[in-house]
């Protein structure tokens, strides 16, 4: 291990998907976290690859220079570049990866490679007043549009997945669910607002069964299709008369689904201390859950600050920083060489 360096300022950029992200990070202090959203995919109902790209191809010098800005700080004050290697779309990965590894070269500076899953689990060791950080060992829950996992955290570097989807992320069972009630691309966070106003029970789904720690949600969306198509027959305002109970009741059966899988989690490593992250942490009704969770099972849960649960380039300006301080030079950084990779495992 490096001896403790006291004053590290690291430059994240993260392009693994439809956001454009830089992030400025003061040792594990956030100076500055800016992200761009691509809202073309909207139009299509998902993202499109190659949209993505050219979006990401416009958006990163500007992101990047902001991120510098509000930081207020100068290029030729950075101790290190980090960015998303993987995984994630290998074009919007590239624009990151070839960005990060020519400013690095130009400034003469380290070139730090980082995992968005590791970052998701990380972003908790982002120093935030009001926020504590988990200790280890700890169960990250990693749960946005393009993962599902239960991760055994042993050390910020060992990490183990214990459980995953099968199928679709629960993002995703959230997005097609609300792409068939008619809801604008990403629907997360529209079902999380209308599941407020209506009733958990009002119509019973069942829950997929999956062995082990395995999760699978393409099973759901099905089930939620033919019964609105069904519906429709019936009533064909049945959507707009029943949107609120349909939401509430899509998310309390996602909900329990992903309870139950960490309770099994819990109770078969022993490990009480969770910590959840990735776009789907935002949701209410999985934060509600996990809250009551402390005093119903005795479990300590770590819920990020919003912005961090999203994808954002602080969770990798942390990584960034915690490798440069952990890890040897040796395995810290990477030469210009790497490139990005689609599929990466943590
Ligand atoms: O982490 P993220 O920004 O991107 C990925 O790495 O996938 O996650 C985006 C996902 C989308 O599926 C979006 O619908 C979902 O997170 N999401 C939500 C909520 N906020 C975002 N899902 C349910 N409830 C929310 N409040
Ligand atoms: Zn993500």
Same mark, same amino acid.
């Given at each position: 291990m490096n001896n403790t360096i006291t004053s590290t300022y690291i430059l994240a950029i993260e392009s693994s998907c439809d956001d454009t992200a830089a992030a400025v990070l003061h040792n594990?202090?956030?100076?500055?976290?800016?992200?761009?959203?691509?809202?073309?995919?909207?139009?299509?109902?998902?993202?499109?690859?190659?949209?993505?790209? %050219?979006?990401?191809?416009?958006?990163?010098?500007?992101?990047?220079?902001?991120?510098? %800005?509000k930081a207020n700080i100068d290029k030729n004050q950075l101790s290190a570049i980090a960015f998303t290697s993987g995984p994630?779309?290998?074009?919007?990965?590239?624009?990151?990866?070839?960005?990060?590894?020519?400013?690095?070269?130009?400034?003469?500076?380290?070139?730090?490679?980082?995992?968005?899953?590791?970052?998701?689990?990380?972003?908790?060791?982002?120093?935030?007043?009001?926020?504590?950080?988990?200790?280890?060992?700890?169960?990250?829950?990693?749960?946005?549009?393009?993962?599902?996992?239960?991760? %055994?955290?042993?050390?910020?570097?060992?990490?183990?997945?214990i459980g995953q989807t099968i199928d679709d992320a629960v993002g995703e069972a959230f997005d097609k669910s609300a792409k068939i009630l008619g809801l604008p691309y990403p629907g997360g966070p529209l079902i999380d607002k209308y599941a407020q106003l209506g009733d958990p029970k009002a119509f019973p789904f069942t829950k997929p069964k999956v062995g082990g720690l395995d999760f699978s949600f393409s099973g759901l969306k099905t089930q939620i299709m033919y019964f609105v198509q069904k519906q429709q027959l019936a009533d064909p305002s049945f959507i707009d008369n029943r949107r609120d109970d349909v939401c509430a009741s899509i998310q309390y059966t996602i909900v329990n689904?992903?309870?139950?899988?960490?309770?099994?989690?819990?109770?078969?490593?022993?490990?009480?201390?969770?910590?959840?992250?990735?776009?789907?942490?935002?949701?209410?009704?999985? %934060?509600?859950?996990?809250?009551?969770s402390e005093s119903k099972y005795g479990?300590?849960?770590?819920?990020?600050?919003?912005?961090?649960?999203?994808?954002?380039?602080?969770?990798?300006?942390?990584?960034g920083y915690l490798k440069y301080n952990e890890l040897s030079e040796k395995n810290a950084y990477q030469d210009l060489g790497i490139s990005a990779q689609s599929r990466l495992k943590i």
């Open positions: 594990d202090k956030v100076l500055s976290n800016v992200v761009a959203n691509q809202d073309i995919h909207q139009e299509y109902g998902g993202v499109v690859p190659e949209l993505a790209s %050219r979006a990401h191809q416009q958006n990163i010098v500007p992101v990047v220079t902001a991120a510098l %800005r994630g779309l290998l074009g919007s990965l590239l624009v990151g990866t070839s960005f990060a590894k020519s400013f690095a070269m130009g400034l003469d500076i380290p070139l730090i490679d980082v995992n968005h899953m590791q970052a998701h689990i990380l972003a908790h060791f982002i120093d935030e007043e009001g926020y504590s950080k988990p200790t280890f060992p700890f169960l990250g829950v990693t749960i946005s549009g393009g993962h599902t996992q239960i991760v %055994r955290v042993d050390d910020y570097f060992t990490m183990e997945v689904i992903l309870m139950d899988k960490i309770k099994k989690a819990v109770k078969e490593t022993g490990i009480t201390q969770i910590a959840i992250g990735g776009g789907v942490s935002a949701n209410s009704g999985i %934060r509600t859950a996990l809250k009551a479990w300590t849960t770590y819920l990020p600050k919003f912005q961090y649960t999203t994808d954002n380039a602080a969770m990798i300006g942390i990584v």
